[in-house]
Structures are given as structure tokens and as C-alpha cells.
């Protein structure tokens, strides 16, 4: 069964206190992992999408890389607008009759001045 | 930017009753979505929606639920007779090159 796990499921970070957040797959035919950033009450909003491994995507403080059983979402001397919610989704192999993403509990993170 | 939108914003129900959410996605886009998201849950797919016909759908898109494009700029989600766990946040998405922009949502609470 397709699966996404991502930890923690919360994080404080001091201002400028780099860290990463991770996401771990298991899926039939990779075709996209996505990061988005959700706000309370508010629609995901796309960051990034990886498709092979080795493959890096980089946004302002937010660094996107991809390996072939995980994701890392790495933040570099984070503020604190970038406090919310960060989802990792995964889109199966249409050869397996889906095309839905498979979205992960979130990593809830505060960042605090 | 490319933007997702949806109405109404919030929607409040009676539980047997029909609601109509709708969206408009971006316009060249071809692959059409609703996701729903209930308080403190994951995100989680119902159905997917191209060249004018389902594609794919959950366990949880059964009979009580449709969709529709009636027209080339809105896409709908018809809720037959809602239940009181129909209250969720419900998410309209559209799929481009290689992005998948999701709308602001509707807040549909069913009392």
C-alpha cells in the first residue's frame, strides 16, 4: 500500500536555527513527491515537485531533495513567517491506475524570534 | 501566479441536505481534483476528473457524491445528502506540467 510518513509531527526553531524536515515513501512507481506549506485554514500551497532521485530544488530558505525511500525539506535560518504546516505528497505510477497524491500528517513548524 | 479558486468560502448545512461546491481551475489545465481535509487530518484524495469523466475515486466518493464540468471554466462537487462526517475542508485542485495547485478550500460544516 502507497504510504507517506513524515517526522516530526512538530518542531520549535529559534530564529535562524537551521534544520530539516522528513518525509519517507512507499509507493508503486514514483511519478512526484510534492512539499507544499499550508497555513491554518488555507489550501496547500506548492513549493516543489521532485521525480528521481539525486534531484534538488531550492526556494528562498527551503531546500527540497530526494532520495529513493525519503524526501528532506531542509530550512536554512528560518523567520518566523515560515511557521505552518509543511506537507509531503506522492503521485503513483499512472501504470498502477492512479494519479491521486497520497499526502502525509504534515510537520507543524514555529519558528519564535 | 496561477490560481485555484473556490466558493463559497464557508458553507453551513442541515444533515440530509444537497450542497454544491464549486471551483475554477487554472485555465489550460487538463486534470481536475477534489481532496478533502477533515480538522487536525490529513489531506486526503476523492476524486479525479479528465477529459470529462472520472479517472479515478476513493472509497469515500460513493453515491451521495458527484462531480461535474459543466461548462469549460467550472468544475463542481455535489454532495447529495450530507452527513454530519461530510464536515470537512474541501480542496479543489488542478494539475498542470508538474505542479498540482490546490484552491483556497470550502469550509462545509453540516449540523
Known amino acids: 500500500e502507497d504510504q507517506v510518513t513524515q517526522s516530526p509531527e512538530a518542531l520549535r526553531l529559534q530564529e535562524g536555527e537551521s534544520s530539516s524536515l522528513n518525509c519517507s515513501y512507499t509507493?508503486?512507481?514514483?511519478?512526484?513527491l510534492f512539499w507544499y506549506r499550508q497555513d491554518p485554514g488555507k489550501g496547500p500551497e506548492f513549493l516543489f515537485t521532485?521525480?528521481?532521485a539525486g534531484e534538488e530544488k531550492e526556494k528562498e530558505r527551503l531546500k527540497a531533495t530526494l532520495t529513493k525511500k525519503e524526501s528532506f525539506l531542509h530550512i536554512t535560518a528560518p523567520k518566523p513567517e515560515d511557521s505552518a504546516t509543511y506537507l509531503c505528497?506522492?503521485?503513483?505510477?499512472?501504470?498502477?491506475?492512479?494519479?491521486?497524491?497520497?499526502f502525509g500528517t504534515g510537520t507543524r513548524l514555529q519558528v519564535f524570534p | 501566479e496561477p490560481e485555484v479558486t473556490q466558493t463559497p468560502s464557508h458553507q453551513v448545512t442541515q444533515m440530509g441536505q444537497e450542497v454544491i461546491l464549486r471551483c475554477v481551475p487554472i485555465?489550460?489545465?487538463?486534470?481536475f481534483y477534489w481532496y478533502r481535509q477533515i480538522l487536525g487530518q490529513k489531506v486526503e484524495f476523492l476524486v479525479s476528473f479528465y477529459n470529462n469523466e472520472i479517472s479515478e475515486k476513493s472509497e469515500i466518493f460513493d453515491d451521495q457524491f458527484s462531480v461535474e464540468r459543466p461548462d469549460g471554466s467550472n468544475f463542481t462537487l455535489k454532495i447529495r445528502s450530507t452527513k454530519l462526517e461530510d464536515s470537512a475542508m474541501y480542496f479543489c485542485a488542478s494539475f498542470g506540467v508538474s505542479e498540482q495547485y490546490f484552491g483556497p478550500g470550502t469550509r462545509l460544516t453540516v449540523t
Open positions: 509507493v508503486s512507481g514514483l511519478r512526484g
Open positions: 521532485l521525480y528521481s
Open positions: 505528497a506522492v503521485r503513483g505510477d499512472r501504470l498502477f491506475n492512479t494519479d491521486k497524491l497520497i
Open positions: 485555465s489550460n489545465h487538463l486534470y
